[in-house]
């Protein structure tokens, strides 16, 4: 079965560094999400991303987020200067239809520790 | 008020039993919806799509009424497998970004 893969699993980083989340969704997939989810809370949407540029995004996904699709295979969420309550897990989702329609499928994950 | 609300749980059921989860949501113009399953630190995991009809995929049945703005999910002969948190989500917005509830926990005790 194919899988969105992110990379990763596990990344800690000092408060106000930059990082680079990755993900590689499903090839023939058309949209592309990433979502949040601190410790014990639920899962957050971030931004939506089709036909290579932002669709929607939320009240989370502040200046220091940025998005990208550099080639035809990855997807990039890039946090500029990380804060402590940055700490969550993060996951990358596609679809290849709308997924509002028919759900996503999602990536296992990045673990994001700010010390 | 939340915009998806779910029982936390937690619910601790024997194997065999049937247990039923409910949801309401707040946003009247969602579009659609589903339940995920998300196992400890795992990431969600769709399991069905709800639609007002109701439908079944083997053991889970789902149902949404849109007037009462209200989801249920019914688990029959529940499985020690079935052991997870079950992720109430809606969708809306210009995106259909999904909203998701807090989720119900789910114990299935052998």
């Known amino acids: 079965e194919p899988e969105v893969t992110q990379t990763p699993s596990h990344q800690v980083t000092q408060m106000g560094q930059e990082v680079i989340l990755r993900c590689v969704p499903i090839?023939?997939?058309?949209?592309f999400y990433w979502y949040r989810q601190i410790l014990g809370q639920k899962v957050e949407f971030l931004v939506s991303?089709?036909?290579?540029?932002?669709?929607?995004k939320s009240e989370i996904f502040d200046d220091q987020f940025s998005v990208e699709r550099p080639d035809g295979s990855n997807f990039t969420l890039k946090i500029r200067s990380t804060k402590l309550e940055d700490s969550a897990m993060y996951f990358c989702?596609?679809?290849?239809?709308?997924?509002?329609?028919?759900?996503?499928?999602f990536g296992s994950g990045t673990r994001l520790t700010v010390v | 008020r939340k915009e998806v609300e779910q029982d936390p749980g937690p619910f601790n059921v024997p194997e065999g039993a049937t247990v039923a989860f409910n949801c309401t949501y707040s946003?009247?113009?969602?579009?659609?919806f589903f339940w995920y399953r998300q196992d400890c630190r795992k990431e969600p995991k769709l399991l069905m799509s709800?639609?007002?009809s109701g439908n079944e995929d083997g053991r889970f049945t789902a149902q949404l009424n849109r007037a009462s703005q209200y989801i249920s999910l019914l688990i029959r002969d529940s499985k020690l497998s079935d052991s997870a948190t079950y992720l109430c989500?809606?969708?809306?917005?210009?995106?259909?970004?999904?909203?998701f509830g807090s989720g119900t926990q789910l114990t299935v005790l052998p």
């Open positions: 090839s023939n997939h058309l949209y």
């Open positions: 709800v639609y007002s």
């Open positions: 989702a596609s679809s290849l239809r709308d997924g509002g329609d028919y759900g996503y499928t």
């Open positions: 991303f089709y036909n290579n540029e932002i669709s929607e």
């Open positions: 989500v809606v969708s809306s917005g210009s995106a259909r970004q999904l909203t």
């Open positions: 946003n009247s113009a969602s579009q659609s």
